[in-house]
């Protein structure tokens, strides 16, 4: 299986992302020459990684039976501005109030288990080719 994703130039720092039936529009803030219409592909980055690891934790919730309403997460991404890049994402949970304690490390197991992240840990091949 394949995913092809498509760039659209807006003009500008504006590109939008269409695969399948969406679209996604990033932009840049105006100290990097954009208008801050939309998230930066960095911000969606990090955005892929928090959602998908809180997908895994709703999901663990909902296979046992398990009211994921209340539950809170709230990640902090650290940016080291030596380095140029995201060293650390802290993720902070706050679960609901009758979750049982026996499931804890089992619910943080679960969101180690994110497919955005398991990427990070096997990079995929990336190729460029140019043609005319």
């Known amino acids: 299986m394949s995913t092809v994703i498509e760039l659209e130039y807006e003009g ?14 990033t932009d840049q803030p105006p100290e990097d020459g954009g208008e801050d219409t939309a998230p930066t592909p960095s911000d969606l980055f990090l955005a892929s990684l928090v959602t998908c690891a809180g997908l895994y934790a709703y999901g663990f919730c909902e296979s046992r039976k398990i009211d994921a309403s209340q539950l809170s997460i709230r990640a902090t991404c650290h940016y080291d501005e030596d380095q140029k890049r995201y060293t650390r994402i802290s993720t ?36 460029i080719e140019a043609h005319y």
């Open 12 to 25: 500008g720092q504006k590109l939008n992302a269409r695969f399948g039936n969406h679209l996604v529009k």
């Open 92 to 127: 902070d949970m706050t679960l609901p109030p009758e979750f049982p304690e026996r499931y804890q490390k089992a619910l943080i197991r679960a969101m180690d288990m994110c497919f955005v992240k398991k990427h990070l840990h096997q990079p995929p091949a990336f190729e």
